[in-house]
């Protein structure tokens, strides 16, 4: 826990510093806090590649590179004081007003569900946080082997800032932060575009809680996915792209590639929803190329730059630089996109069971089912009534704010009031539908779409005081729901909502298996306690596309002290240095002792026998 706390205050340090440092250059607390994240972000992804370029990825080394980045930081800090240079004026937030009040209790119980609370989400537990611990065991991030192959190819951004908090705290407290960190991140962000739209203080804090009260986002903000870490990244960029709209200078060309670089860096949806504002950044440029043009080749070679790396390791590995897609890329193809875009929205909106507009959608989605290229992962189900109480990080429909930002914009097509801004985020929903086929999980993947679309909200409402009041506070209401019935990390568990282990009636160990079955979780923790005990040089794990792997990691971590390995190994490789197996969701493989040869869906632990290492035993079924 000294760990912990010395590494949270490490981080925290580190970036007031940088946030310091630009704001007595930069006017503007909001503006500066965008900029130190993009400082922030870039040191941490330089000092990851250049220690794996070395393979020295070590805890001990990580920690002296953000110690001598703190040291320069407080040295440039100390020099601007003796020199009468450092003027820094704190932020105007008083007086206070109910929605302030509304964001605190938000961002206050999100950031204690996240502290509280083990990483236990799905995709996580897949994907996320075991190529950190092999990142970690490696010394390098190059690609490895592995049956999972998301933990090569997906957007490292997100993991590279989870490595970070993992490597110097020497366990898992710190990882649901950073999502929380871009979920503030977001809402400051947010309420500086408004500020360039036009919008006054008022209306700049209700685009600021319009966003903090959309469901998905209050779920994510305690979870180590990546989703709001690219919405973050995309705000940054949006902000840069205004602030260099208005100056035109190098230095916020610079920071929109940073801002950009990172976006794609995130995740890949980031392509297709930035789009529209790097093609407004290019044509301004080509018709000011005489004051622009350098800045706008910077920063298409600085974005460049920061992806290079996971490109080139992406290539070498599928012949690709984004690596395999696995059914998340369109075929781009009218018919895809005209069902795709209706489909977007359909997953945000719930009906009631009985009505016959149910009834006629549900066949229009039986009659296309068949097409696996529009859609990969089976067609769009239409949501009852019932879905708006599941909250879940992976699925949850934001309702309410689907409907009020469509009413929004054709308010806004009728009235004739169009802006700029509001064809740019039309246009990266429309680029959104047209390059993302729909998935299961499309509403989580829309959250940058809905960070955008918050000043819609404020622009459309700034005459109609009442009712923008209203629609606030019943927003306010309903997100308080998600926020304490989060189904993977409630605060209250009423077993018809969530049905899952709070951290008042279970230890994190338990919680961690929120989102799997009790069984699975009881077999999961005695396998691993197993592996422990034959006290193992090399584990080896043979598991499935999508299986669970990081608590074999967090377990082992937690409760076995002597030194080890943990390594995917294919089932006809096995090398005679592997002590013992783990096994998940694969057949058992042909070995010497094993007569067994079937699936398995909870974990297997197979050993060497002591007296013979050619044959093997079962420890564990």
């Known amino acids: 826990m000294l760990r912990t706390l010395g590494t949270f205050i490490l981080f925290l340090f580190v970036f007031s510093t940088i946030l310091i440092l630009i704001m007595q250059k930069i006017k503007g607390w909001r503006s500066s806090f965008v900029l ?27 920690l002296l590179g953000w110690i001598l980045l703190l040291l320069i930081n407080s040295l440039c800090i100390l020099n601007s004081y003796r020199n009468n240079k450092l003027k820094i004026s704190l932020p105007k937030f008083l007086p206070f007003q109910w929605e302030h009040y509304i964001l605190l209790i938000i961002l206050f119980l999100t950031f204690l569900i996240a502290v509280a609370y083990p990483p236990n989400n799905w995709d996580s537990m897949t994907y996320h946080l075991p190529r950190v611990e092999h990142w970690l065991q490696n010394r390098n991030i190059n690609h490895y082997y592995t049956s999972i192959d998301r933990q090569l190819f997906s957007a490292p951004f997100n993991s590279i800032l989870v490595l970070q908090g993992r490597a110097l705290s020497g366990d ?71 602030e260099w709209k208005k100056t035109g200078s190098l230095f916020n ?64 590995t599928f012949n690709n630089p984004i690596g395999s897609h696995h059914g998340t890329v369109s075929n781009f193809s009218l018919k895809s996109f005209s069902i795709t875009f209706f489909a977007n929205i359909n997953s945000n909106i719930a009906f009631p069971r009985s009505n016959r507009l149910n009834q006629l959608l549900e066949e229009f989605l039986i009659h296309i089912k068949t097409d696996n290229i529009i ?34 914009i054709i308010f806004y097509i009728i009235n004739k009031k169009k802006t700029a801004y509001h064809f740019t985020v039309i246009a990266s929903f429309v680029l959104f539908s047209f390059f993302i086929p729909w998935q299961p999980w499309i509403t989580r993947l829309q ?19 009442k009712l923008r009041k209203g629609l606030l506070i ?62 193992p040089n090399n584990i080896g794990i043979i598991i ?75 420890l564990y079924e």
């Open 447 to 465: 959250l940058p779409l809905f960070a955008l679309s918050a000043p819609i909200f404020s622009l459309a409402l700034v005459n109609y005081h």
């Open 36 to 62: 130190a994240f993009l400082g922030f972000g870039t040191f941490a992804w330089i000092l990851t590649e250049i220690l794996s370029l070395f393979n020295i990825l070590t805890p001990t080394i990580i």
């Open 375 to 408: 859609f990969p992962y089976g067609p769009p189900r239409v949501q009852g009534i019932n879905s708006l109480m599941r909250f879940h990080e992976d699925s949850a429909a934001n309702f309410f704010h689907i409907i009020i930002i469509t009413v929004c």
């Open 474 to 535: 019943m927003l306010a209401l309903y997100a308080m729901i998600p926020l304490f019935m989060n189904r993977s990390r409630p605060i209250i568990a009423f077993s018809t909502i969530t049905n899952n282990k709070t951290i008042w009636n279970s230890t994190r160990d338990e919680i961690i298996f929120n989102n799997r079955s009790q069984i699975f979780s009881e077999k999961y923790q005695y396998a691993s306690a197993v592996i422990i005990t034959a006290n």
């Open 544 to 618: 499935g596309g999508d299986s669970w792997e990081y608590p074999l990691w967090q377990y082992i971590r937690k409760n076995f002290n002597n030194e080890y390995k943990i390594t995917h190994i294919s089932s006809d490789s096995i090398g005679d240095d592997i002590d013992v197996l783990f096994i998940l969701d694969q057949p058992i493989p042909a070995l010497t002792g094993i007569n067994q040869n079937n699936d398995n869906n909870t974990p297997i632990v197979i050993g060497r026998d002591f007296q013979n290492r050619s044959e093997w035993i079962i």
């Open 172 to 242: 898992d407290f710190l990882m649901n932060l950073v999502q929380w960190f871009s979920f503030i991140g977001s809402i400051i962000g947010l309420s500086k575009i408004a500020n360039y739209l036009g919008m006054d203080r008022k209306g700049q804090v209700i685009t600021a809680l319009f966003f903090s009260t959309v469901p998905m986002a209050i779920l994510q903000a305690s979870s180590t996915q990546s989703d709001l870490v690219v919405t973050f990244c995309i705000v940054c960029l949006v902000e840069r792209f205004y």
């Open 253 to 316: 060309s610079i920071s929109f590639g940073l801002a950009l670089g990172l976006s794609i860096l995130a995740k890949g949806t980031a392509y297709a929803i930035t789009l529209p504002f790097v093609l407004c950044f290019a044509v301004i440029s080509l018709m000011k190329y005489k004051k622009r043009f350098i800045g706008a080749l910077m920063a298409a070679i600085i974005c460049l730059m920061i992806n290079f790396p996971h490109f080139s390791r992406n290539y070498m």
